[in-house]
Every structure is written in C-alpha cells, then in structure tokens.
C-alpha cells in the first residue's frame, strides 16, 4: 500500500493547522503543522514562512524559520523565541495550540545550503538563530550521506541552547557532524566543560582548523554577525563563501538613497487600491504599506525593513522610491513588483491591492 495518497504539495493558498506544540528552552516552543488536505511540505532547508497572528489590537504577520527538514514532508515545523517587548511570538508561545489554524505565506527566503552544494560547511549561530542551521543540518543526516559539518551555536547558558537534544542524537548517529557549543556562563549546580565565554577567533581557529576551507552559513542577533564577519575578516577568510540570514537590517546595508528621486515631505503622493477600488493621498515619505493601513486595507508583512519579502506587490504605474535589503529579486522588479514596507511613492502610484 502506497504511504502517499493523491500526492500533491502544500501552497499558501490554504491555512495551516496546528497539530503539536513541544517546549524546548526558556521561552522556546516548537509548532508542528499539517495541510488541512493532507498536501506534503515542499521547501528548501533553512526558508521561513510568514504567519498571520490574530494579536489583540489587529493581525500582524511574523516570520518564522522552518525548523523542520524537506526531507520529512508531511510535517512543518517552526521553532519560535519569544524575544523580550516581543508581540507576535509572544502571542503564539501563550495562545497558538492544538486544533488552531493560520494563515501563511512563503516558503521563501535564500539561506540555503541548496544554494550551495559544496563539501564542507561551517555553521555558526547564537540564540533561536540555530532554527535553520538543524533544519539543513536534518536534511543532509536524512541524506543517507556522511557530511562534513562543523556545527558551532552560542547561547547564553547550557539549558538555553535550542534544540540540542536533537543535534546530540543527530551527532550520535553519524561521523562528519561536530557539534561546538558556547554559552556565557554555566546553569547553577550543574558542572559545564565546554566552551565558555564569547564566541571569538581564537575560538574559532580551535573548533574548526580548516575554517579557510568551508562554507560558512551565520545566523543570530546582528551584534554576533557583526563579530563573526569580523572575525573571518581578520583571519584572511573569502567572504564570498559566507552567508548570513538575519531580520534586523543595519542602516550601511540598505541601498544609497539617489539625490534626484529623494521622497520629500512637503510633496504630495497618491496611491490608487487597483483591486480594492481606493485611492488615498499621502507624502511621499509614507511608504505603501503605511498608505495601505490609512486606508483600511492589509497588505501582509513581516519584518518591514525589505528583507522578509512577504509584502510585495505589483506596481501596475508610476514611480516609487524603493529602498530593500535584499527581499526582492531583480527579476521580480523588472516584473513590477515592488516591496511595500519600503516603496514610497513618487505622485501618483497604482498598486495591485
């Protein structure tokens, strides 16, 4: 008998349902999720999906990565922090169980070793940023091939590292897999003989000697990035072959702002809902998102900084002044779409909304 029926795979088009929740770490739960229609889960490991969350006081949407592997395709998972001052993941750490369903959209998103098959990897994260590092890590244990993987991952304490359970058993399975674990400072009463302290070079040359030799893939708070790309740098590494995924935007990433298209307050902008039937007037340096919620309309979004991707839009005429960080493909602005976080209109915009 055929384990899959009807085979077909999972869009955004439908909701998802939530079918398990399992706490992993202080403030750390993972999701589990299943298609309504029993489609399976097709995605390159270390995307994210982006969710709609009913929060009280409106929906907002929230990007997730995608914890779970390819490899095992009848299951989503998404393994979520609740960061302090944080509204979305909080609400899902308190409220988001069993029997619930969401809107969601994606998978998207360029962090991935299927970007870039090569031999030998070095994975470097901090804090909840270790989510797609075990999603890749997964899907080449689940290869059936022996990898060549140095695993690092900084936390603040042992019992803060996310996911370890499953990376040690992962780890206890196979050879090629070296698994590094740093933390700031020791649980009370329960010895730690690892590595301590802050991530370093000298760290770095001791975990993995041949660093000069793999790919690097990076994630977790900026502040860690900015130390790992410095770190790198100063030992002579290619930086080519390093890749990072992050939500935070640092101001020097975002693209030169040209002088004669520079969005003024003082000019006046419109922007016309082709879909929706509204228009409404604003600056030109209010973005299309910003005009969009003046108007009563939602356009979906995530990070609002133009890296997620999740509000893009099709600009049917005018000019916008749009400045990202890397959420949009070029091909994608020669099609007419457009990121509507940053997009600010230029007079007269129509958008598909």
Not at 35 to 57: C, K, N
Not at 69 to 97: E, F, N, Y
Not at 178 to 204: C, H, S
Not at 252 to 267: Q, S, T, V
């Amino acid at each position: 008998m055929a384990v899959f029926k009807n085979l077909h795979f999972w869009t955004d088009a439908e909701e998802l349902d939530c079918v398990t929740r399992m706490p992993e770490a202080p403030d750390v739960v993972t999701f589990s999720f299943q298609s309504p229609s029993g489609a399976l889960f097709s995605h390159d490991p270390g995307q994210f999906v982006t969710l709609e969350l009913p929060v009280p006081g409106g929906t907002i949407w929230r990007t997730c990565t995608i914890s779970s592997s390819p490899s095992r395709p009848t299951v989503l998972t998404l393994t979520v922090k609740a960061q302090a001052g944080s509204i979305g993941t909080r609400w899902m750490l308190d409220h988001l169980h069993k029997g619930m369903r969401l809107r969601a959209k994606g998978p998207a998103g360029k962090f991935s070793i299927a970007q870039h098959p090569v031999g030998k990897y070095l994975f470097i994260s901090a804090g909840s940023g270790i989510t797609p590092m075990v999603a890749m890590t997964t899907w080449m244990y689940d290869s059936g091939h022996e990898p060549d993987i140095v695993f690092i991952n900084a936390a603040r304490r042992p019992s803060e590292i996310i996911l370890r359970d499953r990376m040690e058993l992962m780890a206890s399975r196979i050879v090629g897999l070296d698994l590094k674990w740093v933390v700031e400072e020791a649980d009370p009463f329960r010895p730690w003989t690892g590595y301590k302290g802050r991530f370093n070079q000298i760290m770095l040359g001791l975990m993995a000697q041949d660093y000069l030799e793999r790919e690097v893939f990076c994630c977790g708070p900026e502040p860690f990035m900015r130390a790992v790309r410095e770190a790198l740098e100063g030992l002579g590494y290619d930086m080519s072959h390093y890749h990072q995924e992050s939500f935070q935007a640092e101001p020097e990433a975002a693209e030169e702002i040209p002088a004669d298209m520079f969005p003024a307050a003082r000019n006046e902008a419109e922007v016309a809902f082709a879909l929706s039937g509204l228009s409404i007037k604003c600056a030109e340096t209010d973005t299309i998102l910003a005009a969009a919620k003046s108007a009563g309309l939602v356009i979906a979004s995530g990070c609002s900084m133009g890296i997620c991707g999740t509000c893009k839009v099709r600009k049917t005429a005018g000019e916008v002044h749009m400045v990202h960080n890397g959420g949009i493909t070029d091909e994608d602005i020669a099609e007419g779409f457009i990121l509507a976080c940053c997009s600010r209109p230029l007079g007269r915009v129509s958008v598909e909304v």
